[in-house]
C-alpha cells in the first residue's frame, strides 16, 4: 500500500496511508476489492486470490498484491495486477502462466490507465442532489466536509449547477476523511438534513464554518432551517447515518477516489482542479460530446 503525497495543483485532500472509516481495511481483508471476475467459477476465484497473496505489489510498497489491495482499495497498481491475473485465469491460463503476466510492465502499465479512466458505476438514489434526474451529465463529488479545497469545489459544483440546470445533475457523495476530526460528524448532520429536505442549507452552512463543526451548531442551524429539532438532534446522537456515511466512504475507494475531492463525470474520473476555471471547459467538452 503506497503512501500518498499532495500534489497542490490538484487542490486535493489525500487519504493517507489506511485512512478510513475503522472498518474498511478489515472488511475485505484477504479479497480483492474492485476486481471482476464474475463468470469466474470459485476454484478460478480461489487460484487468483492465492496468487495474489505470494507476489508482490508494485506500488512502491513492500506488501503482496491481496493485502495491499484490501487495505488501499484506491491502490490502482495493485488493482491492475490482480486484474490482469484474473483476465488470465480467466482464459484458461495456468497459475504459472498467469503469475508470468505480472512482470509485463507494458502490459500491467496499460491496463492501469484503462482501468483508472473506465467509467465506473455508481449508486445515485437517495443521495443529495442538485439538477433534473434525466439531465445529459451528471457530476458525482465525494467529499469532505473539512477539506478546504472540497469548499473551493462545493462553490465551483453549485455554479456549474446554475449555469447548466436543464442538462446538469450533481450529486454529492460522503468521503470523510480520519484526518479531519470533526468530518464524520458533519457527514451525519448533513445526511439527517437531508432527510429532512435540507440538504442543501446544511451543506452550505457547513462549508461556510469549517471551524464551528459541533453537535450543538449543528442543531442550532437544523433550528434556523425550520427542520424538527428533536428528530434531527435524536438522530445526530445516534449516529443513524453513520452507515450510510461508511458505505459512501467504501463506495468512493471502490471507484478508485483516493483523495477529497473527487469528481465524476458520467461515471468517468475527472482529474482537473476542482474549481471553476478548471472544471467547466471538461463539463462543456462533455456536454458538447452527449455527456461522454
Known sequence: MRALVLFPMLSVCFLLAGQTVSEVSAERAGGLPGV??????????????????????????SMKIAPCLAQDRSCMRSRSLATALAKEIKAGKTPAAAKAVL?????????????????????????????????????????????????????????IAKAYPKDVRVVFKQFPLESHSQAALAAEASLAAHAQGKFWEMHDRIFANPRALTEANFIAWAKEFGMDVPRFASELASHKYQNAV???????????????????????????????????????AALKSGGR
Not at 443529495?128 to 465525494?142: D, H, K, N
Not at 475527472?270 to 463539463?283: F, H, I
Request: charged share 20%; with cysteine; hydrophobic share 40%.
Open 103 to 159: 512482470a509485463n510492465t507494458a502490459y500491467i502499465t496499460k491496463l492501469q490507465e484503462e482501468l483508472s479512466n473506465a467509467p465506473v458505476a455508481l449508486r445515485l438514489a437517495g443521495a443529495p442532489s442538485r439538477g433534473p434526474a434525466a439531465a445529459r451529465l451528471t457530476i458525482v463529488e465525494f467529499s469532505d466536509f473539512q477539506c478546504p479545497f472540497c469548499r473551493t469545489g462545493a462553490e465551483a459544483l453549485t455554479a
Open 246 to 284: 461508511q458505505a459512501e466512504t467504501r463506495e468512493g475507494l471502490d471507484a478508485g477516489v483516493e483523495g477529497t475531492p473527487t469528481v465524476f463525470l458520467n461515471g468517468r474520473p475527472y482529474r482537473g482542479a476542482v474549481t471553476l476555471e478548471d472544471l467547466q471547459p471538461a463539463v462543456a
Open 36 to 61: 471482476k471476475v464474475n463468470g469466474m467459477t470459485a476454484a478460478q476465484k480461489a487460484q487468483v486470490l492465492a496468487i495474489a497473496k505470494q507476489e508482490s505489489c508494485t506500488c512502491g510498497c
